[in-house]
């Protein structure tokens, strides 16, 4: 098992910074895989970056546009989301997840195994 708890959301003028925290436990040796998704209200979850535990490959959405950046801290088990410039529609509860995938297609919020609480980031206009 792997427990994940995020921290860091909260209410940001348009333009702003905000950066979220995902702190691991449990097995986190054996997950390859650590990623955001987010969910506006009425939507469905989606993917928003996600980092490979060794090497710290990172990959992106396409709507992230440089804003975001995801980044992990090894000795510490904690996965960051440095977000900046944000915009009224990044509004959404952000989750953190964990994936035992060797492979997993990352996009795929049903590849993930664990997830988080989420917290809550609100962008105003």
């Known amino acids: 098992q792997v427990q994940l708890v995020e921290s860091g959301g909260g209410l940001v003028q348009a333009g702003g910074s905000l950066r979220l925290s995902c702190a691991a436990s449990?097995?986190?040796?054996?997950?390859?895989?650590m990623g955001w998704f987010r969910q506006a209200p009425g939507k469905e979850r989606v993917f928003v970056a996600a980092?490979?535990?060794?090497?710290?490959?990172?990959y992106y959405a396409d709507f992230v546009e440089g804003r975001f950046t995801i980044s992990r801290d090894n000795a510490k088990n904690i996965v960051y989301l440095q977000m900046n410039d944000l915009k009224p529609a990044d509004t959404a509860v952000y989750y953190c997840?964990?994936?035992?995938?060797?492979?997993?297609?990352?996009?795929?919020?049903?590849?993930?195994?664990?997830w988080g609480q989420g917290t809550q980031v609100t962008v105003s206009s």
């Open positions: 997840a964990a994936t035992l995938a060797i492979s997993p297609r990352l996009k795929n919020a049903g590849e993930y195994d664990f």
């Open positions: 449990g097995r986190t040796w054996s997950s390859y895989f």
């Open positions: 980092i490979r535990w060794t090497g710290g490959i990172t």
